[in-house]
């Protein structure tokens, strides 16, 4: 059986996008959603501009790897009709809901108050409605479930100012109107890996043991916050149930271009994209907040690892 450390393989193309070849002038590019449009893997970026503000980009890829062509205008961005994104747009994750035929976009809106978590819907990534804001601040690190449960639409996210450093969930019935967050996943305490704060990454992926959650944990150290990526499994008709939780971290800054950049030691993961013919999943995360990187696993390890774990 695979371990922690052997799960994911980096690609050898990483990293697959730096602010370098960006068609016009940025400051770094990182925490990308990402979803296949067709027969194109399109990863929906965050960029950070050189006055410090974030937006959100497309880039599109054949093989979800390599020849990435990347749109010479944000997807969205600031416009001053949104104050509560004067500060900008941040990471993002794309849930594509069968029910409403289009994808949910979850990102972070940085506005005066702080932090809060807004929702935008596309059908083609090519043109996005805003649906608005739906937790406000300090509120980040939202995902959204491709299905109802139990009639209801489910978000996790981090409502940092009340609740602490945890994810949790809310659920709504109309996607606009949310009821009170329920406790999911918590920072585990001591000199864990991810004692200091979790978060959700991508959208959980549904398989036939449960949810399938990658998600981000922190540990402070005296050179900053060190950002790793871990696993857990959810109940798929009570995802707040967490069945299994890795003990270790299965991704962390290590290599060069993860080690190295504006925020030193960061793996953030944003995106996931499961190629079911060929058993894979191409997990896409921030570097340094500097850079996007790919790994790779196969998605059946991943599961036989997790089912290994101890209860969450």
Same mark, same amino acid.
């Given at each position: ?7 994911f393989t980096r690609h050898p193309a990483n990293p697959l996008l730096t602010p370098e &070849? ?5 400051? #770094? ?11 194109e893997t399109v990863l929906l970026c965050r960029v950070e501009d050189r006055r410090g ?19 010479? @205008? ?7 009709? @949104?104050? +509560? +994104?004067? *500060?900008?747009?941040?990471?993002? /994750? ?8 289009? *994808?949910?976009?979850?990102?972070? #809106?940085?506005? =005066? ?7 935008? !819907? ?11 804001? $739906? ?11 491709? &299905?109802?449960?139990?009639?209801? *639409?489910?978000?996790?996210? &981090?409502?940092?100012?009340? !609740? ?17 967050? +329920? /406790? $999911?996943?918590? =920072?585990? !305490?001591?000199? *864990? ?26 540990? !402070? ?6 950002? =790793?990526?871990g696993l857990a499994l959810l109940d798929l008709e009570e995802p707040a149930r967490v ?10 800054? %290590? ?11 960061? $793996? ?9 013919? %060929? ?11 500097? &850079? ?15 089912? #290994?774990?101890?209860?969450?």
């Amino acid at each position: 059986m695979s371990t922690s450390a052997s799960l994911f393989t980096r690609h050898p193309a990483n990293p697959l996008l730096t602010p370098e &070849r960006w068609p016009y002038s940025i400051n #770094a590019v990182m925490n990308a959603a990402a979803t296949v449009v067709g027969d194109e893997t399109v990863l929906l970026c965050r960029v950070e501009d050189r006055r410090g503000f974030s937006h959100l980009t497309c880039a599109r890829s054949r093989d979800g790897a390599s020849n990435w062509v990347v749109d010479d @205008h944000p997807a969205l961005a600031y416009d001053g009709t @949104h104050p +509560e +994104e004067e *500060w900008g747009l941040e990471d993002p /994750r794309a849930t594509y809901v069968e029910e409403l035929g289009r *994808w949910i976009i979850t990102y972070t #809106a940085f506005g =005066r108050e702080g932090p809060g978590v807004s929702l935008a !819907q596309t059908e083609d990534f090519k043109s996005f409605e805003r649906l608005g804001m $739906v937790m406000s601040p300090e509120d980040k690190n939202a995902a959204l479930l491709p &299905r109802r449960i139990g009639g209801d *639409w489910v978000l996790f996210h &981090r409502p940092t100012s009340a !609740q602490g450093a945890d994810v949790w969930l809310s659920r709504s019935s109309d996607l606009k109107s949310w009821h009170s967050p +329920e /406790r $999911v996943l918590g =920072r585990r !305490q001591g000199g *864990w890996w991810d004692a200091a704060r979790v978060g959700m990454g991508p959208p959980p992926l549904e398989t036939e043991h449960g949810w399938l959650v990658v998600y981000h944990g922190v540990r !402070q150290t005296v050179a900053g916050g060190l950002y =790793r990526a871990g696993l857990a499994l959810l109940d798929l008709e009570e995802p707040a149930r967490v069945l299994r939780r890795s003990d270790e971290w299965v991704l962390g800054p %290590n290599a060069d271009y993860e080690v190295s950049g504006d925020v030193p030691n960061v $793996v953030f993961p944003c995106g996931l994209v499961h190629d079911a013919g %060929n058993d894979t999943l191409f997990l896409y995360y921030g570097a340094a907040d500097t &850079r996007i990187g790919l790994a790779t696993a196969r998605c059946s390890d991943v599961l036989e690892y997790l089912l #290994a774990c101890p209860p969450g």
